[in-house]
C-alpha cells in the first residue's frame, strides 16, 4: 500500500474565513472583549480636551546676521528643527514650569499642580501651509489652565530664543574685536613693506612714468612682431616672383638691391632712404612727436623710394637681352617691376626690424629690472588696499553687531496670542471605537489564524488530502453521549442462551451508548444514513471482486471505531445478509457491551484452548448480525492474533459469512492492527473529527504500508456541523427531516428550483 503525499495549498475564499470565524468564534469574541472594552471605557469616560494655539513668524534673512553674506557666518535664517530643539530642551522646560507654578491665574485653578506635568508634556511646535509661519500647540482639560500656560509659553519661547540671540551677538562682536586687531596688524605691516621698497627702488615719483615706459615697451615689441610678419610676407612674394620670371625662356637676371655690382646712383639713393626712415623713427619715439616732421619725412621717402625704383629699372636696359617674342619681353617687365617694388618693401622693413630690435634692447640696457619692480609694485599696493577695505569693513559691521544685540528679536514675531477656547477639540468617538473595533477583530481574527495554523487535527477533507490520495467513505454526523446510567453490578450469569441475554437490562449493560448503536435509533435520523452511506461505498470499493472483510482500526484511543464497527454490521444486516462481527481488541473491548452478550467464552478462548468456534459466536437482537467477542483477557495478544489459528479462522469465517468485520486496537498504541491487516488484507480507518492528529494518522498509514496492508478508505467520524468544517456547517439533518416531511415547521420549506 503506497500513498503518494499530496501538499495542497489554495487560497482563501470568504466560506473560509466564515468557517474560520464560527470554529473559533470564542477566541475572536475574548479577544475583542478583552481589546474593545478598556478602549470603550476610556473614550467614553475621557474628559472634554481643550486646545490653545499661538504663531509666530521665524525671521531672518538669508545672509549672515552682520551682511557678510557667508564671508565668515552662515545664514541667520534657522531651521524649524532648532526651534523643535528648544522647545524640547530641559532649560526651556524648568524655566516654562517654574513660572507656571508661580502664577496667580494658575494656582486659583483646581488640580492644577497634577495636571501641569501633563500640560507641559502636550506642547507641540508644528508647521503651517505658510512659509516661516509655525504653530505652538497646548492641550489640557481646563480652557482656563491651556490659555494661560499657552501665553506663558510662547512668550517664554520668544524670550529664550533673544538670550539665545543675545549671547551669539556677543560673541560675534568679540570675534569681530580680534579680527580687527589682526587688520590694523595686518595694514601696518603693508604699509612698512610699501614704504621699504619704494625707497630701495626709488620708483616713489616714478610710477605713472613707469607705467608709461612699460606700455612703450609693449607698443615697440608689438610694431617689431608685425614688421616681422610683413618682412615674412614680403620674402615669400619675392620667391614667388622670381620663380615665375624664371620660366621664360630668356630670363634676365636682375641684381639684387644692396649688392656689390649695383650702379652708384642707387647706392647713393638707397642710402637716401635708409637716412630717412632713421630719421621718421626718431620723430615717432619723440615724447612729443610733431605731426608736420612726420609728413614730411614720409613724402620724402616716397620721392627718393620712386627715384630708386626708376634707377634701378633703368640700370636694367644695359644689360644683355635675348630676342624673344613681345609678349614675352611684357610679361618680363612686369615681373621685373613687381621684384623690384617688393625688393623695396622688404629692404625698408629690414631697415624698421633692425631698428625696433636696437630700441627694445636700449629700454631693457636703460631699465634692467624694472618688470619685476613694477610687478612686486602693484603688489604691495593691492595688498593695502584690500587690507584697509577689510580693517573698514570690520569696524563697521562691529558697530552693527553691538546694536543688533541691543536690539535683537530672537529670530522670531509672534503674529498670534492665545486666546481661551469656547469648545473643547473633537474626540472623534466614532471613528476612534470604529478603529479600536477594528483592532480588536484583527487581533482575534490573527489569534484564531495562529491557533488553526498551529492546529493539526484533521477537520475537512482537505485536512486528508494532504495525507495523500485516500478515499473518504463517508462522514458520521457528531452524537452526544448520554450521561451513564449507575449499574450496580455487572457480573453476567453463566447459564445464558446462545443470545447472551442476562438479568441485567439492555439500557444498563450498555453502559450510555443506547443513543449512539442505529439499532435504537430511528431510521430516519442522519447518522443512520450516514452509516448506510459508507455500507454503500464499502460494497463498491472493490470493482474486480466482492469485497468480504474488512478490518476496522484507528491511529489513537478513543476515535469511535468500536461503535462505528457495531454500527456497519448494523447496516449490512439490514439488507438480509449474514453479518459477523469479530472483536480482536483483546485488552480493552466493548462489543460485549455495545450488543448485551457475554464476553467470554471468546476469541482468545477459541485460540488459547481446544473449544468450537460456534460456542464463542453469539446471535445479537439485531437479525442477522452475529458477534465474537474478544473472550478471556490474555497476557500475549500479539502473539494469539499472530498465530497460524487465527489465520485458519480467518479463512472458515469468511466461507460461513457474507461479510465479516474485525474490530482491531489502535495502530499507534499496538501492534496487533499491524497484523492483523496482513492477513486480513483491507483495512478502513476511523479518524475523529477535530481530535485526532495529521501526524499521527500519517504514521498510522506508514506502518501499514511496511507490511503492505489494502487501505480501502477512511472515515471521519464525529462531524459537528457547528464548528465550522466541512458540509456539515449546515444543517445536514434539516434537509434529511425535510426531505421525510418532518421537518421543523418554524423553518422556510426547501423549494426546488429547475
Same mark, same amino acid.
Given at each position: 500500500m503506497e500513498q503518494k503525499i499530496v501538499n495542497s495549498e489554495r487560497e482563501w475564499g470568504f466560506q473560509d474565513y466564515l468557517s474560520l470565524a464560527i470554529r473559533r468564534k470564542w477566541i475572536i469574541f475574548c479577544v475583542f472583549v478583552v481589546v474593545f472594552a478598556p478602549a470603550l471605557a476610556y473614550y467614553i469616560t475621557r474628559p472634554p480636551v481643550y486646545q490653545a494655539s499661538s504663531s509666530f513668524i521665524i525671521e531672518g534673512t538669508e545672509s549672515s546676521p552682520l551682511g557678510?553674506?557667508?564671508?565668515? !557666518? @552662515?545664514?541667520?535664517?534657522?531651521? !524649524?528643527?532648532f526651534y523643535m530643539i528648544l522647545l524640547n530642551s530641559n532649560q526651556y522646560r524648568s524655566r516654562l514650569e517654574e513660572i507656571a507654578l508661580s502664577d496667580s491665574v494658575l494656582q486659583s485653578l483646581p488640580e492644577f499642580s497634577e495636571q501641569l506635568g501633563s500640560v507641559l508634556g502636550s506642547i507641540q511646535l508644528a508647521e503651517t501651509d505658510y512659509d516661516r509661519l509655525c504653530a505652538l500647540n497646548l492641550r489640557a482639560n481646563h480652557p482656563v489652565m491651556v490659555y494661560r500656560v499657552a501665553e506663558i509659553a510662547i512668550h517664554e519661547f520668544k524670550r529664550r530664543c533673544q538670550e539665545i540671540e543675545l549671547e551669539e551677538s556677543h560673541n560675534i562682536v568679540n570675534y569681530v574685536n580680534k579680527q580687527i586687531e589682526q587688520a590694523r596688524s595686518s595694514l601696518a605691516q603693508a604699509e612698512r613693506e610699501l614704504q621699504e621698497f619704494k625707497r630701495e627702488t626709488r620708483m616713489t615719483d616714478l610710477e605713472q612714468a613707469d607705467g608709461g615706459i612699460l606700455a612703450r615697451l609693449a607698443d615697440i615689441e608689438s610694431q617689431l612682431e608685425e614688421v616681422q610678419t610683413k618682412r615674412q610676407l614680403a620674402e615669400a612674394n619675392l620667391s614667388s616672383y622670381r620663380a615665375r620670371i624664371g @620660366? =621664360?625662356?630668356?630670363?634676365?637676371?636682375?641684381?639684387? &638691391?644692396?649688392?656689390?655690382?649695383?650702379?652708384?646712383?642707387?647706392?647713393?639713393? /638707397?642710402?637716401?632712404?635708409?637716412?630717412? @626712415?632713421?630719421?621718421?623713427?626718431?620723430?615717432?619715439?619723440?615724447?612729443?612727436?610733431?605731426?608736420? &616732421?612726420?609728413?614730411?619725412?614720409?613724402?620724402?621717402?616716397?620721392?627718393?623710394?620712386?627715384?630708386?625704383?626708376?634707377?634701378?629699372?633703368?640700370?636694367?636696359?644695359?644689360?644683355? +637681352? @635675348?630676342?624673344?617674342?613681345?609678349?614675352?619681353?611684357?610679361?618680363?617687365?612686369? !615681373?621685373?617691376e613687381k621684384i623690384v617694388m617688393e625688393e623695396l618693401d622688404l629692404y625698408s622693413l629690414k631697415n624698421r626690424e633692425e631698428y625696433l630690435q636696437s630700441l627694445i634692447e636700449k629700454y631693457r640696457q636703460d631699465h634692467p629690472n624694472l618688470l619685476e619692480h613694477t610687478i612686486k609694485l602693484a603688489e604691495l599696493q593691492r595688498t593695502k588696499q584690500v587690507t584697509e577695505s577689510l580693517y573698514s569693513f570690520l569696524v563697521e559691521k562691529e558697530e552693527e553687531a553691538k546694536i543688533s544685540a541691543a536690539t535683537g528679536t530672537g529670530g522670531i514675531r509672534i503674529v498670534d496670542e492665545p486666546s481661551i477656547p469656547q469648545h473643547p477639540i473633537s474626540n472623534n468617538l466614532r471613528r476612534n471605537l470604529a478603529i479600536s473595533a477594528l483592532l480588536a477583530l484583527g487581533l482575534g481574527f490573527g489569534l484564531a489564524f495562529a491557533i488553526d495554523y498551529f492546529d493539526n487535527s484533521i477537520y475537512t477533507t482537505d485536512d486528508l488530502k494532504q495525507l495523500g490520495d485516500l478515499t473518504l467513505l463517508g462522514t458520521i454526523p457528531y452524537m452526544k453521549k448520554r450521561e451513564a446510567r449507575s449499574v450496580s453490578a455487572h457480573k453476567l450469569h453463566n447459564d445464558g442462551d446462545m443470545n447472551g441475554r442476562n438479568l441485567l437490562s439492555i439500557e444498563d449493560r450498555m453502559n450510555g451508548y443506547k443513543d449512539k448503536v442505529i439499532s435504537f435509533i430511528q431510521a430516519k435520523e442522519p447518522v443512520v444514513d450516514a452509516y448506510r452511506h459508507i455500507r454503500t461505498n464499502l460494497q463498491f470499493s472493490s470493482v474486480d471482486t466482492s469485497l468480504k472483510r474488512v478490518l476496522v482500526t484507528s491511529s489513537i484511543p478513543g476515535e469511535g471505531k468500536t461503535l462505528t464497527v457495531a454500527n456497519l454490521g448494523i447496516s449490512f444486516a439490514e439488507l438480509g445478509k449474514r453479518i459477523l462481527i469479530v472483536d480482536c481488541d483483546l485488552r480493552r473491548s466493548h462489543q460485549h *457491551? #455495545? =450488543?448485551? *452478550?457475554?464476553?467470554?467464552?471468546?476469541?482468545?478462548?477459541?485460540?488459547?484452548?481446544? *473449544?468450537? %468456534?460456534?460456542?464463542? *459466536?453469539? &446471535? +445479537?437482537?439485531?437479525?442477522? #448480525?452475529?458477534? %465474537?467477542?474478544?473472550?478471556?483477557?490474555?497476557?500475549?495478544?500479539?502473539?494469539?492474533?499472530?498465530? /497460524?489459528?487465527?489465520?485458519?479462522?480467518? +479463512?472458515? &469465517?469468511?466461507?460461513? =459469512?457474507? !461479510?465479516?468485520?474485525?474490530?482491531?486496537?489502535? %495502530?499507534?498504541?499496538? +501492534?496487533?492492527?499491524?497484523l492483523l491487516s496482513k492477513r486480513i488484507g483491507n483495512v478502513l480507518i476511523v479518524v475523529r473529527f477535530g481530535k485526532t492528529n495529521r501526524h499521527l494518522v500519517g504514521d498510522a498509514l506508514k506502518r501499514l504500508n511496511t507490511v503492505n496492508s489494502q487501505l480501502v478508505g477512511l472515515v471521519l467520524n464525529g462531524m459537528q456541523k457547528t464548528k465550522g468544517y466541512g458540509y456539515y456547517k449546515y444543517d445536514y439533518a434539516y434537509y434529511q427531516s425535510a426531505y421525510y416531511g418532518e421537518g421543523d415547521k418554524s423553518k422556510k420549506k426547501l423549494s426546488l428550483v429547475n
Amino acid at each position: 500500500m503506497e500513498q503518494k503525499i499530496v501538499n495542497s495549498e489554495r487560497e482563501w475564499g470568504f466560506q473560509d474565513y466564515l468557517s474560520l470565524a464560527i470554529r473559533r468564534k470564542w477566541i475572536i469574541f475574548c479577544v475583542f472583549v478583552v481589546v474593545f472594552a478598556p478602549a470603550l471605557a476610556y473614550y467614553i469616560t475621557r474628559p472634554p480636551v481643550y486646545q490653545a494655539s499661538s504663531s509666530f513668524i521665524i525671521e531672518g534673512t538669508e545672509s549672515s546676521p552682520l551682511g557678510m553674506s557667508d564671508y565668515f !557666518f @552662515e545664514s541667520d535664517l534657522r531651521p !524649524f528643527g532648532f526651534y523643535m530643539i528648544l522647545l524640547n530642551s530641559n532649560q526651556y522646560r524648568s524655566r516654562l514650569e517654574e513660572i507656571a507654578l508661580s502664577d496667580s491665574v494658575l494656582q486659583s485653578l483646581p488640580e492644577f499642580s497634577e495636571q501641569l506635568g501633563s500640560v507641559l508634556g502636550s506642547i507641540q511646535l508644528a508647521e503651517t501651509d505658510y512659509d516661516r509661519l509655525c504653530a505652538l500647540n497646548l492641550r489640557a482639560n481646563h480652557p482656563v489652565m491651556v490659555y494661560r500656560v499657552a501665553e506663558i509659553a510662547i512668550h517664554e519661547f520668544k524670550r529664550r530664543c533673544q538670550e539665545i540671540e543675545l549671547e551669539e551677538s556677543h560673541n560675534i562682536v568679540n570675534y569681530v574685536n580680534k579680527q580687527i586687531e589682526q587688520a590694523r596688524s595686518s595694514l601696518a605691516q603693508a604699509e612698512r613693506e610699501l614704504q621699504e621698497f619704494k625707497r630701495e627702488t626709488r620708483m616713489t615719483d616714478l610710477e605713472q612714468a613707469d607705467g608709461g615706459i612699460l606700455a612703450r615697451l609693449a607698443d615697440i615689441e608689438s610694431q617689431l612682431e608685425e614688421v616681422q610678419t610683413k618682412r615674412q610676407l614680403a620674402e615669400a612674394n619675392l620667391s614667388s616672383y622670381r620663380a615665375r620670371i624664371g @620660366e =621664360f625662356r630668356a630670363s634676365m637676371s636682375l641684381p639684387a &638691391l644692396n649688392s656689390d655690382g649695383e650702379p652708384l646712383e642707387v647706392k647713393r639713393l /638707397r642710402s637716401d632712404v635708409a637716412e630717412l @626712415e632713421a630719421k621718421r623713427e626718431q620723430y615717432e619715439n619723440s615724447s612729443s612727436p610733431s605731426r608736420m &616732421l612726420l609728413a614730411r619725412v614720409e613724402e620724402q621717402i616716397r620721392v627718393k623710394k620712386e627715384a630708386l625704383r626708376n634707377a634701378i629699372l633703368a640700370s636694367t636696359s644695359s644689360l644683355p +637681352t @635675348e630676342k624673344v617674342l613681345d609678349e614675352e619681353d611684357s610679361k618680363k617687365d612686369v !615681373f621685373n617691376e613687381k621684384i623690384v617694388m617688393e625688393e623695396l618693401d622688404l629692404y625698408s622693413l629690414k631697415n624698421r626690424e633692425e631698428y625696433l630690435q636696437s630700441l627694445i634692447e636700449k629700454y631693457r640696457q636703460d631699465h634692467p629690472n624694472l618688470l619685476e619692480h613694477t610687478i612686486k609694485l602693484a603688489e604691495l599696493q593691492r595688498t593695502k588696499q584690500v587690507t584697509e577695505s577689510l580693517y573698514s569693513f570690520l569696524v563697521e559691521k562691529e558697530e552693527e553687531a553691538k546694536i543688533s544685540a541691543a536690539t535683537g528679536t530672537g529670530g522670531i514675531r509672534i503674529v498670534d496670542e492665545p486666546s481661551i477656547p469656547q469648545h473643547p477639540i473633537s474626540n472623534n468617538l466614532r471613528r476612534n471605537l470604529a478603529i479600536s473595533a477594528l483592532l480588536a477583530l484583527g487581533l482575534g481574527f490573527g489569534l484564531a489564524f495562529a491557533i488553526d495554523y498551529f492546529d493539526n487535527s484533521i477537520y475537512t477533507t482537505d485536512d486528508l488530502k494532504q495525507l495523500g490520495d485516500l478515499t473518504l467513505l463517508g462522514t458520521i454526523p457528531y452524537m452526544k453521549k448520554r450521561e451513564a446510567r449507575s449499574v450496580s453490578a455487572h457480573k453476567l450469569h453463566n447459564d445464558g442462551d446462545m443470545n447472551g441475554r442476562n438479568l441485567l437490562s439492555i439500557e444498563d449493560r450498555m453502559n450510555g451508548y443506547k443513543d449512539k448503536v442505529i439499532s435504537f435509533i430511528q431510521a430516519k435520523e442522519p447518522v443512520v444514513d450516514a452509516y448506510r452511506h459508507i455500507r454503500t461505498n464499502l460494497q463498491f470499493s472493490s470493482v474486480d471482486t466482492s469485497l468480504k472483510r474488512v478490518l476496522v482500526t484507528s491511529s489513537i484511543p478513543g476515535e469511535g471505531k468500536t461503535l462505528t464497527v457495531a454500527n456497519l454490521g448494523i447496516s449490512f444486516a439490514e439488507l438480509g445478509k449474514r453479518i459477523l462481527i469479530v472483536d480482536c481488541d483483546l485488552r480493552r473491548s466493548h462489543q460485549h *457491551i #455495545l =450488543f448485551s *452478550i457475554r464476553k467470554s467464552p471468546g476469541l482468545s478462548d477459541y485460540l488459547a484452548r481446544d *473449544i468450537s %468456534i460456534e460456542k464463542a *459466536i453469539y &446471535l +445479537t437482537n439485531v437479525p442477522n #448480525l452475529y458477534v %465474537i467477542p474478544s473472550g478471556t483477557t490474555p497476557p500475549n495478544p500479539a502473539e494469539m492474533l499472530a498465530s /497460524r489459528k487465527m489465520d485458519e479462522l480467518t +479463512t472458515k &469465517l469468511e466461507q460461513n =459469512f457474507d !461479510f465479516v468485520i474485525y474490530d482491531s486496537p489502535p %495502530i499507534i498504541a499496538v +501492534t496487533d492492527p499491524v497484523l492483523l491487516s496482513k492477513r486480513i488484507g483491507n483495512v478502513l480507518i476511523v479518524v475523529r473529527f477535530g481530535k485526532t492528529n495529521r501526524h499521527l494518522v500519517g504514521d498510522a498509514l506508514k506502518r501499514l504500508n511496511t507490511v503492505n496492508s489494502q487501505l480501502v478508505g477512511l472515515v471521519l467520524n464525529g462531524m459537528q456541523k457547528t464548528k465550522g468544517y466541512g458540509y456539515y456547517k449546515y444543517d445536514y439533518a434539516y434537509y434529511q427531516s425535510a426531505y421525510y416531511g418532518e421537518g421543523d415547521k418554524s423553518k422556510k420549506k426547501l423549494s426546488l428550483v429547475n
